[in-house]
């Protein structure tokens, strides 16, 4: 009855459990201020889906005093879970999923809304080597972000793709946010073979955050950016981040030139962005 912190990791497919035998359970500790609930199921999302539907979940689970809650696993079973859960003192929020084609995403939308602790200034993306990461904060310079989304695949354009969908589904969540950061962790990048595609799936995903102000961008992404950034024929300058004021970039070698394109449309539009270098830590490779 008093435990305070619960920690279930890697629950595998051989022990799954439906949502109401979970929520009953949790429910029997009304003390919990830190919930962490990892499941890896190894079969498809749409299998879940299915074996949700089977049986209604009515169990109602209020968590009084959670101020971090963890859930993994794949997006049909947390969609499930979050309707039925109220955490009013939540302040922080951390969602890792498998890859899928698809996300849907409305009951995550509608959990952060309601939580009034959860409010966002500043985005971090952090394109890895088996994941993309997305730490948000309240604002710009806080030292704990209050939303994290995970979701574990290999492929950059795959982590840009799923990245833009889940995002769409939650830009009047994140249409607050200010100060957007985008970082590469995958050295060496694999070599591209159709730029036009990535710069598409790029222009989406930074068509969500119209709010932006500031940019940072990576070195390692440089060249990619500048691309998405570049107003083609026939397209407004101000379509794309029209509020941006300042452009932070490690610059490398030819990168210092990358977004000269866009700089210039911007001031020929009258709506300049400050171009900064924005140097590497010493010991940085």
């Keep these: 009855m008093g435990l305070v912190t619960l920690s279930l990791v890697e629950v595998h497919g051989s022990t799954y459990f439906h949502p109401n ?3 009953q359970q949790l429910s029997l ?8 609930i990892d499941f890896h199921f190894p079969v498809p999302s749409r299998d879940v889906a299915r074996q949700l539907s089977q049986k209604p979940i009515v169990t109602h689970l209020p968590l009084p005093n959670v101020r971090q809650l963890t859930l993994g696993g794949v997006m049909p079973y947390l969609e499930a879970l979050l309707p039925r859960i109220t955490a009013p003192l939540l302040e922080k929020l951390e969602i890792w999923l498998f890859l899928q084609l698809n996300f849907s995403v409305p009951r995550l939308r509608d959990f952060i809304s309601a939580t009034e602790n959860l409010r966002f200034g500043s985005a971090t993306f952090e394109f890895n080597k088996n994941y993309v990461r997305v730490n948000v904060y309240p604002h710009q310079g806080a ?15 795959w982590q840009v793709v799923s990245a833009a969908q889940i995002f769409s589904a939650l830009t009047t969540v994140f249409s607050a946010v200010e100060y957007l950061s985008l970082s590469v962790f995958r050295y060496p990048l694999p070599p591209e073979t159709n ?7 790029w222009r989406e995903l930074l068509m969500l955050f119209s709010n932006v102000k500031t ?8 060249d990619e950016l500048s691309r998405a950034l570049q107003v083609d024929d026939g397209e407004a300058p101000m379509e794309l981040l029209p509020e941006l004021e300042v452009l932070l970039c490690h610059f490398r070698d030819h990168t210092s030139q990358a977004f000269k394109p866009f700089i210039d449309a911007r001031q020929n539009a009258g709506h ?3 171009l900064l270098n924005w140097p590497y830590p010493r010991g940085f490779p």
Aim: hydrophobic share 45%; net charge negative.
């Design 195 to 201: 730029n036009e595609v990535h710069r598409t799936q």
């Design 29 to 36: 500790l009304p003390q919990l201020e830190i919930l962490e």
């Design 215 to 222: 940019l940072r961008v990576d070195a390692g992404l440089a």
């Design 143 to 157: 030292a704990m972000y209050n939303f994290s989304l995970t979701i574990h695949c290999k492929y950059l354009d």
């Design 21 to 23: 035998d979970l929520l």
């Design 272 to 274: 300049p962005v400050l």
